[in-house]
Each structure stands twice: as structure tokens, then as C-alpha cells.
């Protein structure tokens, strides 16, 4: 029996466990999305700040970056860099408007959050 080999396979499956056990990923989570003004004026601009969290503080993925992806089915939205920062231009007819959100990790975790704006 070969000792060597038998030592080589019982490492790579403790480094194996070891490393699957810190890579965890978690889930973002958008705590909230703020939009000011609200409600906003017909034609008005509406600033957005979509405030998520990437609880990876007990995994080797805790430095991860976030992406925000914003959308609406009226109006426009303009968020130049894929950050937390957008603005929406109101539309001209008065109601309650959806904006959405997007957030994404680089390991494939999302979230999604949905504020309603009232345009009057």
C-alpha cells in the first residue's frame, strides 16, 4: 500500500472541504429603495438610492462587488455607472408608478425590490 498516495488523497479532501466551507455565497439583500421626491410632480426628476447589504463577512467572498440594475415601465431611468444612484424622469400623466431593482453579486446572487411613485 502506498502511504504517500493515501496522505496526497486525505489533504485535497480536507483542503477541498475546507475551501467549499468558505466559499459560501450569500444572497444580496436591498433593504430599501428611497426616492425623492415622492410623490413627485408630472415630467419631474425623482432621485433614486437603492440600499442593499451582501452579508459575506464569514466567507473569502465578502469583498465581492454589487451591480444594481434599474427599470421602469414608464418614464425613464438613468443610471450611468450600474450603481446604487439612478434618476427617473416622472411621466407627464399623473398615477402610481413601479421602478425596480436589481441587485446582483459576482457569484450569481440577486435581489429584487419594487417602489411605488406617485406622480400628482
Do not use: R
Not at 439612478?86 to 450569481?108: H, K, L, M, R
Amino acid at each position: 500500500m502506498n502511504t504517500h498516495s493515501n496522505n496526497f488523497n486525505l489533504v485535497s479532501t480536507v483542503l477541498i472541504v475546507f475551501f467549499t466551507s468558505c466559499l459560501h455565497n450569500y444572497e444580496p439583500v436591498i433593504n430599501s429603495i428611497t426616492a425623492e421626491p415622492n410623490p413627485a410632480q408630472p415630467g419631474s426628476i425623482v432621485n433614486l438610492t437603492c440600499n442593499a447589504t451582501d452579508d459575506d463577512e464569514s466567507s473569502m467572498m465578502k469583498h465581492e462587488s454589487l451591480e444594481y440594475a434599474w427599470s421602469c415601465a414608464y418614464g425613464d431611468i438613468i443610471s450611468e455607472y450600474s450603481d446604487n444612484n439612478a434618476t427617473w424622469i416622472a411621466p407627464e400623466q399623473p398615477g402610481q408608478y413601479s421602478i425596480s431593482c436589481i441587485v446582483t453579486d459576482q457569484f450569481n446572487g440577486m435581489d429584487i425590490f419594487t417602489i411605488e411613485v406617485t406622480v400628482e
